[in-house]
């Protein structure tokens, strides 16, 4: 049911016809709201003093019943933070200092009779900074120098028609952006295969102008044989188009987004910043923007 506001003339309305002992019915073909907006006004004007058989009501009152009406979020009370106020250094000192988990400072508030729930206990610590992604420090990454590396991601696309297969497919896409400039370029693919990438590779290094001493880039199968955190092994055929190309290939680590943090939200603007399905269909397979005067990778 749709949000209504009630006016304060209304409201008095509402009051001086249920003084004037009129039922609900008769209050609401009058009035033109609904029953229940009536009982519950009514309901708060006992609340306030206001009594059927009394006088009307007063101004103070009026304002009180308003405060029902108010549209917007309502001021959350916060009874927990009254029972935790007076143990806030004992609790930081037991985040920070002690390192306890939460479930533990909880067993030592009850301890000393301050009983809270967990949840209150953690939504205190989170508004104050001792706990959760708040105590959590960002760390800016340095700027390489121009032409100095760039990143490479791989995510989904969304359907479109394949001319090969004649049929409707899951289109990936080979996203990559220079750490300098953060010039990117986007690369259509169905799959990930050595050709594939390296199809990719050439377009993007053509549309570039140039190739970076340094790729950062996903553990992909065609590129990397058994993904490890420590010691990558770059498949044969991946290693050997590096060498001719003249860059480093250095995958990130398995499950460690930040490692590439200047390509990893480039997919899902990519995904969202068009129809990628359509526009497939309107211009032809596939999608790129390459600039046959500025050569290979180089």
């Known amino acids: 049911m749709a949000y209504k506001e009630v006016s304060r003339v209304e409201m008095r309305e509402i009051i001086r016809q249920w003084q004037c002992h009129r039922g609900i019915r008769e209050m609401a073909r009058s009035t033109g709201l609904s029953r229940n907006?009536?009982?519950?006004?009514?309901?708060s004007a006992?609340?306030?003093?206001?009594?059927?058989?009394?006088?009307p009501p007063t101004e103070a009152q009026l304002l009180t019943l308003v405060q029902l009406n108010r549209a917007g979020p309502r001021e959350v009370m916060i009874p927990s933070d009254k029972v935790l106020e007076p143990w806030?250094?004992?609790?930081?000192?037991?985040?920070?200092?002690?390192?306890?988990?939460?479930t533990r400072v909880q067993d030592l508030l009850s301890q000393r009779h301050c009983l809270v729930a967990y949840t209150c206990l953690r939504r205190y610590a989170i508004?104050?900074?001792?706990?959760?992604?708040?105590?959590?420090?960002?760390?800016?990454?340095a700027d390489t120098e121009p032409g100095q590396m760039a990143e490479i991601d791989f995510g989904r696309l969304g359907l479109t028609d394949d001319p090969d297969s004649q049929r409707r497919r899951q289109c990936l896409g080979m996203y990559t952006v220079l750490g300098y400039s953060r010039r990117s370029f986007l690369w259509p693919l169905f799959g990930q295969r050595l050709v594939d990438v390296i199809e990719g590779l050439e377009a993007t290094g053509a549309f570039l102008g140039g190739i970076p001493r340094y790729v950062?880039?996903?553990?992909?199968?065609?590129?990397?044989?058994?993904?490890?955190?420590?010691?990558?092994r770059l498949s044969l055929g991946f290693l050997e188009y590096a060498q001719h190309r003249g860059f480093v290939a250095d995958p990130a680590r398995p499950g460690h987004p930040k490692?590439?943090?200047?390509v990893e939200r480039g997919i899902p603007y990519a995904r969202a910043g068009s129809d990628f399905?359509?526009?497939?269909?309107?211009?032809?397979?596939?999608?790129?923007?390459?600039?046959p005067e500025a050569g290979v990778w180089r």
């Not at 044989?225 to 420590?230: A, W």
């Not at 490692?259 to 200047?262: C, I």
């Open 259 to 262: 490692d590439k943090p200047k």
């Open 277 to 291: 399905s359509k526009a497939a269909s309107s211009i032809g397979w596939p999608i790129c923007a390459i600039r």
């Open 88 to 102: 806030a250094e004992h609790i930081e000192k037991w985040i920070k200092q002690d390192k306890l988990k939460l």
């Open 46 to 55: 006992k609340n306030c003093g206001i009594v059927r058989d009394g006088p």
């Open 127 to 141: 508004r104050k900074g001792w706990f959760g992604k708040n105590s959590q420090t960002t760390v800016r990454m």
């Open 216 to 232: 950062v880039l996903d553990n992909f199968p065609a590129a990397v044989v058994g993904p490890d955190p420590l010691n990558p």
């Open 37 to 43: 907006t009536i009982r519950r006004y009514i309901l």
